[in-house]
């Protein structure tokens, strides 16, 4: 499986647009990059994801890198209610069929007011 | 409301007393799994299931036992629970995955046991 490597922790001021990094140099051509956070007390929550291009929603922005070696979360203005656990995910292996998430420690972003 | 819902919320329990945690989602998904989250080993994935009837291990099934005999439900069985099984546990819902990429999961808010 593909592995992602993200920064265990990292402290933005609130209003800050903050920088969430992963690396995934092991990525096949085929592997979509998926963001989920995780905020205080609930389950994950999808973010946002891309294969190649950078992808913008309404929650963050996604900055994929042209070697597709790693890939960046971008939070325009962090909140205190983004103060949240962010994982960066690659998919199931395609032989499997499955739709099956492989969580890492993902990185703990703390919200300084 | 779209979502994915959990009972109990909070259980304690007795090691060795069999115990269900229902997992119910209504936006017709024919993905469903279990997970489980403990301190500093993030989330690791215990069942999942593609369809009715079919179901697979994760990563961590020991301990653990799953049915899909309905396409809404997924309840997790632990028939004779250890101190080891005290974790957060999250059940997750998605479409089919039909192409290349991961369809979005969508989670429950969680199950915290405590197994005695």
Same mark, same amino acid.
Request: contains cysteine; aromatic residues 8%.
């Given at each position: 499986?593909?592995?992602?490597?993200?920064?265990?922790?990292?402290?933005?001021?609130?209003?800050?647009?903050?920088?969430?990094?992963?690396?995934?140099?092991?990525?096949?051509?085929?592997? +979509?990059?998926?963001?989920? /956070?995780?905020? !205080?007390?609930? *389950?994950?929550?999808?973010?946002?994801? =891309?294969?190649?291009?950078?992808?913008?929603?309404?929650?963050?922005?996604?900055?994929?890198?042209?070697?597709?070696?790693?890939?960046?979360?971008?939070?325009?203005?962090?909140?205190?209610?983004?103060?949240?656990? +962010?994982?960066?995910?690659? /998919?199931?292996? !395609?032989?499997? *069929?499955?739709?099956?998430?492989?969580? =890492?420690?993902?990185?703990?972003?703390?919200?300084?007011? | 409301?779209?979502?994915?819902?959990?009972?109990?919320?909070?259980?304690?329990?007795?090691?060795?007393?069999?115990?269900?945690?229902?997992?119910?989602?209504?936006?017709?998904?024919?993905?469903?799994?279990?997970?489980?989250?403990?301190?500093?080993?993030?989330?690791?994935?215990?069942?999942?299931?593609?369809?009715?009837?079919?179901?697979?291990?994760?990563?961590?099934?020991?301990?653990?036992?799953?049915?899909?005999?309905?396409?809404?439900?997924?309840?997790?069985?632990?028939?004779?629970?250890?101190?080891?099984?005290?974790?957060?546990?999250?059940?997750?819902?998605?479409?089919?995955?039909?192409?290349?990429?991961?369809?979005?999961?969508?989670?429950?808010?969680?199950?915290?046991?405590?197994?005695?």
């Amino acid at each position: 499986d593909a592995k992602t490597t993200q920064p265990n922790s990292m402290e933005s001021n609130e209003e800050e647009p903050v920088h969430l990094p992963c690396n995934h140099s092991t990525i096949s051509g085929t592997d +979509y990059i998926h963001w989920y /956070r995780q905020l !205080p007390s609930q *389950g994950p929550e999808y973010v946002i994801h =891309g294969l190649t291009s950078n992808v913008n929603n309404r929650m963050a922005s996604l900055a994929i890198a042209e070697d597709r070696k790693s890939s960046t979360l971008i939070l325009h203005r962090a909140t205190l209610r983004d103060a949240a656990v +962010y994982y960066c995910i690659l /998919r199931d292996p !395609p032989q499997t *069929g499955a739709n099956n998430l492989f969580f =890492g420690t993902g990185t703990r972003l703390t919200v300084i007011p | 409301e779209a979502q994915v819902t959990q009972n109990p919320r909070y259980l304690i329990t007795v090691t060795g007393k069999k115990l269900t945690v229902t997992c119910s989602q209504n936006m017709n998904h024919e993905y469903m799994s279990w997970y489980r989250q403990d301190p500093g080993l993030g989330l690791r994935q215990i069942y999942y299931s593609m369809n009715v009837e079919v179901t697979d291990k994760g990563d961590v099934p020991e301990g653990y036992k799953v049915s899909r005999k309905e396409k809404r439900n997924f309840p997790l069985i632990l028939e004779s629970p250890s101190p080891n099984q005290t974790s957060l546990y999250f059940c997750a819902s998605s479409p089919r995955r039909t192409s290349g990429r991961l369809e979005t999961q969508y989670f429950g808010p969680g199950t915290r046991l405590l197994v005695l």
